[in-house]
């Protein structure tokens, strides 16, 4: 098995699963009802993407294990997310400065992605960048929105981006893995994307009549399984049904 | 008594009666999702299809439709694959889709789906599918469901539903 595939494609399929929970946490809780569906749709798309690299995944490994087990087996060590995904999703203005600052580096990373060695990860990539698409417009519109409409608004999504801006530097960190699956053609060079990534954000945040955060320290660890104490309580909300039942199926 | 092996051409018509759950005027050839079908040497029938969004929940219903027609016309040994690439676009769906979905009240696709400028903040034009007007404006980017936009007719003041381009 290669193994370092493996581990590649569960920080994917993670970012995308525990991005997508957090979001379905809205379901119910939404500002206004086609927000309410706007955050469902899109959180069933990336636990849609989830599924389909946890099944790349599960075939990789060969083992017993399908996409159910990958995703409600593991405690929070053995999950690779980014700490960005996996905080609270706070009032609305966090949450969509999150969407959008995670959205736009997707887009990016799947864009590199369409043309992945690994003939999965393209074909995924294809796929996904079109749901993404949207993720960045619907996120977009609500930066400018509420950056260039109330007081409160505007102070709101404001702060919502000083308090997140350290938790970006994670998204573009090259360890090992990441260089290795870079320099086989499979995965993405994260560090060449970042001047893009800066630009693009902070053109719609100055038309957001937004300042974009200088950047500083970052949190760090995510991707080697060290998180924030906020996965723990995802996963176990996440995962409770299958750990009390085992093999319990709709 | 049923032909063991039919046509593939006589498959591919049995596919009409497979509707998409959640749109039940299309049938899977107008939405595109159906991309082959062979018999493979051990006459095996082999059908792939393709989800139009990755979180698709109708894609385990179309499945299951898709294997039922297939045992009601007398074939045990099938295979129903997903394929992820190339990936699933609007711009698959037949005519005939396209004028179901006005006829009943839904916008159809527009454009094509290559079109960059949507990301640069860009707005097409879509008619209203009620009083043909183009006069609408969008509500919504997600609608009742992952492959529709919610929009409002400025001329008929009605709400309708717009299949997105992708
Ligand atoms: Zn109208």
């Given amino acids: 098995m290669q193994k370092e595939l493996f581990d590649y494609i569960l920080r994917l ?9 957090r979001l ?35 075939e990789l490994e060969g083992q017993d294990r399908d996409e159910d087990q990958i995703a409600f087996l593991r405690d929070a060590d053995a999950y690779f997310n980014l700490i960005l995904l996996e905080q609270p999703n706070g009032d609305y203005a966090f949450t969509m400065a999150r969407q959008f600052l995670f959205t736009m580096w997707y887009y990016l990373v799947l864009e590199q992605l369409t043309n992945s060695k690994d003939s999965f990860l393209s074909g995924f990539a294809q ?35 000083d308090s997140i801006w350290e938790y970006t530097p994670e998204m573009f960190e090259m360890d090992d893995l990441e260089k290795q699956m870079s320099e086989q053609g499979i995965g993405v060079d994260l560090l060449a ?35 924030s104490e906020h996965l723990g309580f995802i996963l176990a909300d996440m995962q409770y049904l299958q750990r009390a ?6 | ?62 499945e299951t439709d898709i294997g039922e027609i297939l045992e009601e016309n007398g074939i045990t040994r099938y295979q129903i694959k997903t394929v992820l690439a190339p ?16 006829q009943v009240g839904i916008a159809p696709p527009v454009g094509v789906s290559a079109d960059k400028g949507l990301l640069m903040g860009k707005i097409r034009t879509v008619r209203c599918p009620i009083c043909g007007s183009e006069d609408t404006s969008m509500i919504s980017q997600f609608g009742s469901t992952a492959c529709k936009a919610l929009y409002r007719c400025e001329n008929c003041l009605e709400p309708f539903d717009h299949f997105k381009c992708i």
């Fill in chain 1, 13 to 21: 399929a993670d970012n995308s699963l525990i991005h997508g929970q």
């Fill in chain 1, 24 to 58: 379905a946490e809205w379901c119910g809780h939404g500002p206004v009802l086609e927000e309410d569906i706007a955050l469902s749709n899109t959180a069933l798309d990336f636990i849609g993407q989830a599924t389909n690299l946890y099944k790349y995944a599960a």
């Fill in chain 1, 127 to 161: 796929k996904s960048i079109k749901e993404v698409k949207y993720h960045v417009i619907h996120s977009r519109d609500w930066i400018l929105r509420m950056g260039d409409g109330t007081e409160e608004s505007h102070q709101r999504i404001q702060s919502a981006f």
């Fill in chain 1, 193 to 227: 994307l970042r001047p893009t990534w800066r630009s693009q954000v902070e053109a719609v945040l100055q038309e957001a009549t937004l300042t974009t955060p200088a950047d500083a320290w970052g949190h760090s660890g995510g991707k080697r399984g060290r998180h």
């Fill in chain 1, 245 to 250: 039942y085992p093999g319990a199926k709709w």
């Fill in chain 2, 1 to 62: 008594m049923v032909n063991p092996s039919p046509d593939i051409d006589i498959i591919w018509d049995w596919m009409k009666q497979v509707e998409d759950p959640e749109i039940p005027v299309l049938n899977v050839l107008d939405l595109g999702i159906v991309r082959s079908i062979a018999w493979s040497p051990e006459q095996v029938l082999e059908i792939s299809i393709t989800p139009t969004y990755s979180g698709c929940p109708a894609m385990k219903t179309i």
């Fill in chain 2, 87 to 102: 990936a699933w676009t609007t711009d698959w769906m037949s005519e005939e889709g396209r004028l179901k979905l006005h």
